[in-house]
Each structure stands twice: as C-alpha cells, then as structure tokens.
C-alpha cells in the first residue's frame, strides 16, 4: 500500500511560479511511475507529467517548456516545478503512482493517488 501526501500548492499570479511536492509512504524507486494529474473545475482529469524509475518524463504539450518534474529517491518525494503559470493552471493538483514503466498519462492508469493540492493562478 502507497499512500502519496502532496503541499506546496497556492495562489499565485500569472508569470509566476509554483513547486508542489508529493511524499511517498512506500519504496516507490524502482518498478514505478509516478505523476501529476489535475482537475479544474467543471473539467475531466488531465495527466500533466509522468515520471519512471529511469528518469525518463513525458509532458502534456499544454505544460512543456514550462513544468518540469522530477525526484528525490532518497526522500521518496516528488516534485513539479511550475514556471510561467496562467489561470488555465488552475487545478486541483494529484500525485499519483502506478506499477510499471510505460509513460502513458492516462489519468485512469494510475493505481494510487493522494489527496490533492491546490493551484490557483489569477490574471
């Protein structure tokens, strides 16, 4: 059993930038992916970044050049750096793990998730 605890969401204005983090209770290392997913209101779930036990990322084409996610193994922590927000950023913010490698975003994919963190970015 995973269980995913994500902070450091908030408010923030358009241009800035936010570093969510999420930490992990279980050895979620090797033989995992692990992501972002959010949710803004009135909208379905969408997979933002994905991130395996290589390293290797996939991005949705909304966030590329600005997001970048990232791990610290020896933390079990997981990480989203937000650079050059705007209000469509703004969401409800998940961590999520999943077993295997593929690097899919499919939200439905994901096994556990946390409870979630909040980002709202104004104009």
């Known amino acids: 059993q995973v269980q995913l605890v994500e902070s450091g969401g908030g408010s923030v204005q358009a241009g800035g930038s936010l570093r969510p983090s999420c930490a992990a209770s279980?050895?979620?290392?090797?033989?995992?992916?692990l992501g972002w997913i959010r949710q803004a209101p009135g909208k379905g779930r969408e997979g933002v970044a994905v991130i395996n036990s290589f390293g290797g990322t996939t991005y949705a084409d909304s966030v590329k050049g600005r997001f970048t996610i990232s791990k610290d193994n020896a933390k079990n922590t997981l990480y989203l750096q937000m650079d050059s927000l705007t209000p469509e950023d703004t969401a409800m913010y998940y961590c999520?793990?999943?077993?295997?490698?593929?690097?899919?975003?499919?939200?439905?994919?994901?096994?556990?998730w946390g409870q979630g963190t909040q980002v709202t970015v104004s104009s």
């Open positions: 999520a793990v999943r077993q295997g490698y593929s690097l899919t975003l499919l939200p439905n994919n994901f096994e556990y």
């Open positions: 279980g050895n979620v290392n090797s033989g995992f992916c």
